[in-house]
């Protein structure tokens, strides 16, 4: 008997909590309770990146806001590698856009219009004073009732006559995309579109009502710089659970099964109380422009939840800055008034230079700079500025040096401290006489340097000679060891580069052994090679690979912000030809990246990399071109 009435009170039980489930709204995948809603991005002032907002919820398995999650709980991850989250906090205080789609087809009418109404104005009333709220109705014919505006009271004034239509069709997809494109021309922020409907799209007669496709509405909600996440709300059991499901989960929104009318307030509350409790979160990106995906990791309550989204960093705009002359150097002789340019945000037409506001040259060709000799009247304090103009006569980046300007006069030397007589026979004696004693002087100079030279060159020839003919290295081993240089590499290196031109001073000479499999040239931070002050080298310009023993240059390339592919603007040579393919390299190729940039490779092994060819009477010297049968 015990357990007979045992049985009965669980049985019971059950049927009571299934009713009591079946009859609470619930979220469509309670498992996902990680969503990412959408990610928006700005430059950076003070260096080149981006900062990175990321809207997301996190909900527990009910679908209620979960508002207690710390950034040590978060890890993240940009395109595979992991970056640092900056700041994470809610978003209570912040003013959201709203754009509510509310059906009002015929299968809307009786019961369901009224928890409508009701369900709709006390989601308005509970809005915050900066929210700003739209209201679109929809069956066969799309009316915007209130256009994103503070006035609440106005907009449940507007709800409470709505009607549904006798007849008419659910325009769904027509709806959701115009509000997609309403809501995206607004500026950054927090958005969401809210639709609310108890069908499928589908016309009275049957067949599609909309002339758009639900492709169309997600692709225009979560590609490019739209990024609008669209939360739904199905009632009853004729809706299209599963297409709202998709719009939702792809753009970045909820779905939310409401089974009966009168969950409906039930719902809209929830859905308010998810948006109102939304993270944020901020890093800094230092990725290339174009498109990207960012994987979300929350640590919970030693549970890990991940949504992943995709998102687009945009060109950073025109930055200009001037790379030489330097603040406060002094400048007495030509000099070369270089800059460096980031960004592609717009183009250039051209790049106007000026000392003190005076133009002293215009520049339509990169790299931009111009050479200058200064004026004695501009001696002293100068300022130089460097100005990008658009295609629209706009200034899109200026920056500015101050330097010292001791211009000298060609004739009589400085201005300031002139010793030479400047009046009748005698200065002239003086200063011809001056000029001819300082060309016999150079003249003399000159012969002795040449002398000095040759005679060098000779001896280096004699020394040749006599190693590589007369008493060759008694193994191969030790003629491996030296490079064109004379210098002896390193037990693991593949080979190295020596700079022998650059816009930077600092890196002429320097010379660099390659020991990895995989070498990166360019002016970004992450390449093994770096060249900062050479503008004319792309951030990731070229690569040196290990392929099977031999060392193989190739451009490296990046996808465009319109998918293509772009490769260095400035090209790669190797001994003044264009580099199109991956090409092995030679003993004594020289590299040049872009316009200026010179390099000279050297071989580990030269005589496994194309010399062997060679005869002893065709090795080539160290400071010339010249072989031993032309010298």
Same mark, same amino acid.
């Given at each position: 008997?015990?357990?007979?009435?045992?049985?009965?009170?669980?049985?019971?039980?059950?049927?009571?909590?299934?009713?009591?489930?079946?009859?609470?709204?619930?979220?469509?995948?309670?498992?996902?309770?990680?969503?990412?809603?959408?990610?928006?991005?700005?430059?950076?002032?003070?260096?080149?990146?981006?900062?990175?907002?990321?809207?997301?919820?996190?909900?527990?398995?009910?679908?209620?806001?979960?508002?207690?999650?710390?950034?040590?709980?978060? $890890?993240?991850?940009?395109?595979?590698?992991?970056?640092?989250?900056?700041?994470?906090?809610?978003?209570?205080?912040?003013?959201?856009?709203?754009?509510?789609?509310?059906?009002?087809?015929?299968?809307?009418?009786?019961?369901?219009?009224?928890?409508?109404?009701?369900?709709?104005?006390?989601?308005?009333?509970?809005?915050?004073?900066?929210?700003?709220?739209?209201?679109?109705?929809?069956?066969?014919?799309?009316?915007?009732?209130?256009?994103?505006?503070?006035?609440?009271?106005?907009?449940?004034?507007?709800?409470?006559?709505?009607?549904?239509?006798?007849?008419?069709?659910?325009?769904?997809?027509?709806?959701?995309?115009?509000?997609?494109?309403?809501?995206?021309?607004?500026?950054?922020?927090?958005?969401?579109?809210?639709?609310?409907?108890?069908?499928?799209?589908?016309?009275?007669?049957?067949?599609?009502?909309?002339?758009?496709?639900?492709?169309?509405?997600?692709?225009?909600?979560?590609?490019?710089?739209?990024?609008?996440?669209?939360?739904?709300?199905?009632?009853?059991?004729?809706?299209?659970?599963?297409?709202?499901?998709?719009?939702?989960?792809?753009?970045?929104?909820?779905?939310?099964?409401?089974?009966?009318?009168?969950?409906?307030?039930?719902?809209?509350?929830?859905?308010?109380?998810?948006?109102?409790?939304?993270?944020?979160?901020?890093?800094?990106?230092?990725?290339?422009?174009?498109?990207?995906?960012?994987?979300?990791?929350?640590?919970?309550?030693?549970?890990?939840?991940?949504?992943?989204?995709?998102?687009?960093?945009?060109?950073?705009?025109?930055?200009?800055?001037?790379?030489?002359?330097?603040?406060?150097?002094?400048?007495?002789?030509?000099?070369?008034?270089?800059?460096?340019?980031?960004?592609?945000?717009?183009?250039?037409?051209?790049?106007?230079?000026?000392?003190?506001?005076?133009?002293?040259?215009?520049?339509?060709?990169?790299?931009?700079?111009?050479?200058?000799?200064?004026?004695?009247?501009?001696?002293?304090?100068?300022?130089?500025?460097?100005?990008?103009?658009?295609?629209?006569?706009?200034?899109?980046?200026?920056?500015?040096?101050?330097?010292?300007?001791?211009?000298?006069?060609?004739?009589?030397?400085?201005?300031?401290?002139?010793?030479?007589? $400047?009046?009748?026979?005698?200065?002239?004696?003086?200063?011809?006489?001056?000029?001819?004693?300082?060309?016999?002087?150079?003249?003399?100079?000159?012969?002795?340097?040449?002398?000095?030279?040759?005679?060098?060159?000779?001896?280096?020839?004699?020394?040749?000679?006599?190693?590589?003919?007369?008493?060759?290295?008694?193994?191969?081993?030790?003629?491996?060891?030296?490079?064109?240089?004379?210098?002896?590499?390193?037990?693991?290196?593949?080979?190295?580069?020596?700079?022998?031109?650059?816009?930077?001073?600092?890196?002429?000479?320097?010379?660099?052994?390659?020991?990895?499999?995989?070498?990166?040239?360019?002016?970004?931070?992450?390449?093994?090679?770096?060249?900062?002050?050479?503008?004319?080298?792309?951030?990731?310009?070229?690569?040196?690979?290990?392929?099977?023993?031999?060392?193989?240059?190739?451009?490296?390339?990046?996808?465009?912000?319109?998918?293509?592919?772009?490769?260095?603007?400035?090209?790669?040579?190797?001994?003044?030809?264009?580099?199109?393919?991956?090409?092995?390299?030679?003993?004594?190729?020289?590299?040049?990246?872009?316009?200026?940039?010179?390099?000279?490779?050297?071989?580990?092994?030269?005589?496994?990399?194309?010399?062997?060819?060679?005869?002893?009477?065709?090795?080539?010297?160290?400071?010339?071109?010249?072989?031993?049968?032309?010298?």
């Amino acid at each position: 008997m015990m357990n007979k009435t045992l049985i009965k009170i669980t049985v019971i039980a059950l049927l009571f909590s299934m009713v009591m489930f079946s009859a609470w709204p619930v979220l469509a995948d309670a498992t996902n309770d990680l969503v990412i809603n959408y990610i928006e991005s700005q430059p950076l002032e003070e260096k080149l990146g981006y900062d990175v907002s990321v809207l997301f919820s996190f909900i527990d398995a009910s679908g209620n806001p979960i508002k207690d999650v710390e950034l040590e709980n978060l $890890t993240l991850s940009e395109d595979g590698k992991g970056v640092s989250p900056v700041s994470l906090g809610l978003t209570t205080d912040q003013p959201i856009y709203i754009s509510l789609l509310l059906d009002t087809s015929g299968s809307m009418r009786g019961s369901k219009n009224t928890a409508l109404i009701t369900a709709s104005t006390e989601f308005v009333n509970r809005l915050n004073e900066k929210d700003r709220i739209s209201i679109t109705t929809f069956n066969n014919e799309i009316k915007n009732l209130i256009n994103f505006s503070t006035d609440h009271k106005a907009a449940t004034s507007l709800v409470s006559s709505i009607e549904a239509v006798p007849g008419t069709g659910t325009c769904l997809y027509d709806a959701a995309y115009e509000a997609v494109q309403n809501i995206a021309a607004l500026p950054m922020g927090r958005r969401a579109v809210i639709i609310l409907t108890d069908g499928k799209d589908e016309s009275p007669q049957g067949g599609a009502c909309s002339k758009l496709t639900i492709d169309d509405v997600i692709r225009l909600a979560s590609q490019g710089n739209t990024r609008v996440p669209i939360f739904s709300i199905g009632i009853g059991d004729s809706v299209d659970e599963a297409g709202l499901a998709r719009i939702a989960k792809l753009t970045g929104g909820i779905y939310s099964k409401t089974p009966t009318a009168d969950q409906l307030t039930t719902s809209f509350t929830r859905l308010l109380d998810l948006l109102q409790s939304q993270y944020i979160l901020h890093y800094t990106s230092v990725a290339a422009p174009g498109n990207h995906t960012l994987v979300v990791n929350v640590d919970y309550l030693k549970t890990l939840h991940t949504d992943s989204r995709e998102f687009m960093l945009f060109e950073l705009p025109i930055r200009l800055s001037i790379i030489s002359p330097v603040a406060g150097q002094k400048i007495d002789d030509k000099i070369l008034i270089a800059t460096s340019i980031t960004g592609k945000a717009e183009p250039i037409k051209q790049v106007n230079f000026l000392a003190n506001d005076t133009v002293l040259g215009i520049d339509e060709t990169t790299p931009y700079e111009l050479e200058w000799q200064p004026d004695a009247k501009l001696n002293g304090n100068v300022t130089i500025s460097v100005v990008a103009i658009g295609k629209n006569n706009n200034e899109l980046a200026k920056d500015e040096v101050q330097v010292i300007v001791a211009a000298t006069n060609a004739l009589t030397g400085s201005a300031e401290n002139n010793l030479i007589p $400047t009046d009748g026979l005698w200065a002239n004696y003086y200063l011809y006489g001056g000029i001819l004693a300082a060309l016999l002087a150079v003249a003399v100079i000159v012969l002795i340097t040449l002398k000095s030279r040759k005679g060098k060159k000779e001896k280096q020839r004699d020394k040749l000679w006599h190693d590589m003919v007369v008493s060759p290295p008694s193994t191969k081993n030790q003629m491996n060891e030296m490079t064109m240089d004379g210098f002896v590499l390193s037990a693991n290196a593949l080979g190295a580069l020596t700079v022998l031109q650059s816009d930077d001073p600092a890196m002429i000479g320097q010379r660099f052994e390659i020991t990895e499999d995989a070498t990166r040239l360019g002016r970004a931070a992450d390449n093994e090679i770096l060249f900062p002050k050479d503008s004319p080298v792309s951030r990731h310009h070229a690569i040196i690979e290990n392929r099977n023993g031999q060392l193989t240059l190739s451009e490296m390339v990046s996808a465009g912000g319109d998918g293509s592919v772009k490769s260095p603007t400035f090209g790669t040579y190797i001994n003044d030809v264009r580099l199109t393919r991956p090409t092995v390299l030679q003993n004594g190729d020289q590299i040049k990246l872009g316009k200026r940039v010179l390099l000279r490779f050297e071989s580990s092994r030269p005589g496994m990399e194309g010399d062997d060819a060679k005869t002893q009477d065709q090795i080539t010297f160290k400071d010339t071109d010249k072989t031993m049968d032309s010298m």
